[in-house]
């Protein structure tokens, strides 16, 4: 059995990329309704991450970059960030990266078509677990813009599923 | 919406508050006595060291050896120490750092995990190499200078020496403690030095760091600093005189903090000339190790060893790093008129980017800090090129950028690597000679340092691409989940979000200061004599927030309130705008205005269809049905009115007859602060006739109510638009709220769908039209 607790990292004092947090923003749009996604990260972490998942090398803004970047990115997300609306699970397409002027993050585009759930969005349900297979301290926050609502949402390692409510 | 009032009414609405009723002083504005420490004579009220100020002495004598075979450090080294407190001391702390990575460390056991079902293989290996790894120190001896040994206790990463005859103020205690540990491999265990071992050669790039038991400081802040290392706060150490011999492998190249005293016994003599050309140039580097002699030095391994002897003077630690792969790289910076050496050592993987641009970063460092800080009087700075890590130690860094295998490197590493070693560099300022301490606030050195990071990168190169330092790169942080958010004074092991914390918010929040609230040259003259009133002394918060008032005669406590003790963010909002004009009272003028107001209000549409259905009415037809009501036009002036407006003019005075005359615009507008950070009120006005103002109102504009507020502005022209914050100087984070009309912004989503391409890779991009050239 491996003991959890004694467990320390090291990484604290300015590495290359010194703690490990994303931000997401989810957008509903009413007038197209959609949920545009808008996810920044550390280009470190997601190069790492999906080596890490799929032993391959993305290089991401060189120009060596994998031709199928995009898929690799994409299929990850697919499965370490879920989002649901009343219960059912919802598919979202790529949109488009483009790396921050700081050249350390990079954020990524995606979008959910057509689910207005004929206006009756009752619940919507989060499940968020990017780059916890890497980073025992990772966090993962999430900003949603539902029509005049918003909310300000923490995931972590103890809490990576999250459902919210909303009353009419 | 045009309203008129009359003059009497609008001095009396200046400002409007709605004051809640409280039983405490919870204003924004409430000075910090509560807050700060009480001045005494050891620590003025200006921020400045008292007249009783005293700091303690550690001087240090060290012979340290490396086994490169097992990857151990034996050392053995004198202390002297010297009290120059008024204290009586019975007992010193010694800082066993390394004890961090002893089996069952307080540092292990204390930091909180957990395990999922979906680890990388990777994190589990990880994980049982910490565990299994003993890195903690092992006492051989702690003897006085004759050899008798002393009586001492260690507790996790502290060690308490107990002395015979108490120590008083004036008096130095020396004593010698042998000693080892095993060096920790960095890239399975991690840790700010150990080795990185490179499996194709057989060849490890040692950087050694925290290898010997080093002093606790003793001050009258903390009595003695010793607050255990649990990994994250780092250091807090006294100044003192270094001399180190370091033993290693005789094909090795050792750099280190302080000046090299026995170059000939250690260096070839082309080096050694090569080090003297390098001393005289100010322009390029000098390659004092090259690329092939280093590859040469890589194919075999000496059994015999060499002793580097190193001497440094005033410093508050010491580093070294060695190697038989290291190029070797300086030259000579003018400081004032005096020559320091900027060093740089990296590995052949390092290059092409080393060679290019470590030195001349680490020279360029040299030249900003010091024209904002003091002068750099140690005699050298050395990069060392380590991968993955970023550190800090006096006159020596080790720093991260690593190019690929075949030498090609993208942007992001090549500006992180400049980022990196400029940071690193700064550091010798901030902690090590602006001495703080680091194991209670990381801000005061990572902050101040990254902030000046980020000048030193703007005159590197126009616009750098600084991660920190513009307020909106700390947005995304600053709106974020007030859960994770904690004030940036905060104790270093509890921050939340930790480069946010006590690198981005500080340096952002100086950066504000600077532009913003004090104006460049108040604030650099202020950071200057903070710099130089604590320049080889130990200030705490207290004395930065008070020098930078004391030295620029503006009020800060609202500012390090807002900004250090709490974790508000900045949300004013533009609530409404409304538009007044005087009425003149005379006729001639403001008849006209009336009919027009009247004519251009919407009619009833019933109205507007009778205009044209109608085609003439009885009074239309028949004039005799027309009398003085029909035709009589209440707009129409007549010479009674002009009477009546003249008699009014003789009744006022001058100036409000001038007032009168103006024809000014009045604009009322309400604010409203909602995220809770008090900052200046910056407004954009276009006006009607194209014309753009920028208008500045101070932060104090809240003191009366910090939540909402009007303010009025007297304009000659009409406006079309108000933008608050037009140059993204405050860090709001809703910039939907601060436009009138009301305006939102698009989302970077939006923006990014707008695109018609998406050119995520320049270097690809450039790469493709170069090869479409070549084919046609």
New interface residues.
Partial sequence: MINPLIYLVFTFFLPSHDFHITHTSLNYNSDSESIEITMKVAIEDLERSLEVNTSKKLRIGTTKENKSSHKIISNYFDNHLKVLTNDKPLQFQWVGKEIDDNLHDIYLYFEILNCNENGEIKTLTLKNTIFLEIEINQTNIVLIEFKDSKFNLTFTKDQDIQKLQFYE | MLRKFNLITIFLCLITFVNAQENLNNSKFKQLYEELPTPNVYRTASGAPGHEYYQQKADYEINVELDEENNIINGNETIIYTNNSPDILNYLWIQLDQN??AK?SH???T?T????N???F???KR??D??NFDGGFKLEKVTDLYGKELLYKINETMMRIDLQKPLKRGQSFSFKIKYSYNLNDRMK????SGYEYFKEEENSIYTIAQFFPRMAVYNEVEGWQNKQFL??G?FTLPFGDYKVSITVPADHIVAATGELKNPSSVLSKKQIERLEKAKNNYTDPVIIVTQEEAEENEKTKSESKKTWIFEAENVRDFGWASSRKFIWDGMAVDISGKNVMAYSYYPKEGNPLWEQYSTRVVAHSLKIYSKYTIDYIYPQATSVHAK????EYPMICFN?GRP?KDG?????TK??MIG?II??VGHNFFPMIINSDERQWTWMD?GLNTFLQYLTEQEFERNY???RGPPS?II?YM??????IVPIMTNSESIL????NA?GKPATALNILRETIMGRELFDYSFKTYSKRWAFKHPTPADFFRTMEDASAVDLDWFWRGWFYTNDHVDISIDKVNWFKINTGNPDVENPISKEKVENENTYIGNTRNKSSINKTVTEYNDNAIDFYTTYDPFQTNILDREDYSKYLKNINKEDEEILKSNKNYYEIQFSNIGGLVMPIILEFKYTDGTNETIRIPAEIWKRNSKQIKKIFILNKQLSRVKLDPFLETADVNMDNNYWPTKSEP????L??QKKD?R??P??RD?KAKERIENN
């Fill in positions: 961090v990575r069952g540092g292990q056991l930091t995990n957990n395990m999922n979906k680890m990388s990777g994190s589990i994980m049982h910490r565990m265990i991690g840790g700010r990994g994250r780092e993955s890590i970023g550190m991260f690929e090609s490197y993208s942007k992001r500006y992180g990196v940071h690193e990572e691409p600084s991660r790169n995304e709106k974020g989940d007030k859960s994770g979000q930790f480069g946010n690198y989302t970077r989503f939006q990014f769908k998406n995520d890779n270097m690809q790469i």
